[in-house]
């Protein structure tokens, strides 16, 4: 069984930093990518950021790019995402999910973890 948990959110100034990490198990996750969405309230679910297992290619969306980095540490099995300079917008529900490398749908979710970040 698959399990994705996720820790490190929290309340933080605009213009600070949180590092969120995701604990994975349950699998080889060599061929699998991981991806963090969000969900702010009254608003869907939106993409991130995603690395793949294997060669830690990394892919944003453009409304972090260059605030946030995600990583990975193959020995733990962890992910991260790096998150700096966050901005009140950046309040929401983040989540670590899987999906194999071929698919297009993420198959595996965490439970979601809170950050708040206040202006």
């Known amino acids: 069984q698959v399990q994705l948990v996720e820790s490190g959110g929290g309340l933080v100034q605009a213009g600070g930093s949180l590092r969120l990490s995701c604990a994975a198990s349950?699998?080889?996750?060599?061929?699998?990518?991981m991806g963090w969405f969000r969900q702010a309230p009254g608003k869907e679910r939106e993409f991130v950021a995603h690395?793949?297992?294997?060669?830690?290619?990394?892919y944003y969306a453009d409304s972090v790019k260059g605030r946030f980095t995600t990583s990975r540490d193959n020995a733990k099995n962890m992910v991260y995402l790096q998150m700096n300079s966050l901005k009140p917008e950046d309040t929401a529900v983040y989540y670590c999910?899987?999906?194999?490398?071929?698919?297009?749908?993420?198959?595996?979710w965490g439970q979601g973890t809170q950050v708040t970040v206040s202006s």
């Open positions: 999910a899987a999906r194999m490398v071929f698919d297009a749908k993420y198959d595996y």
């Open positions: 349950g699998r080889t996750f060599s061929s699998y990518v």
């Open positions: 690395i793949t297992w294997s060669g830690g290619t990394t």
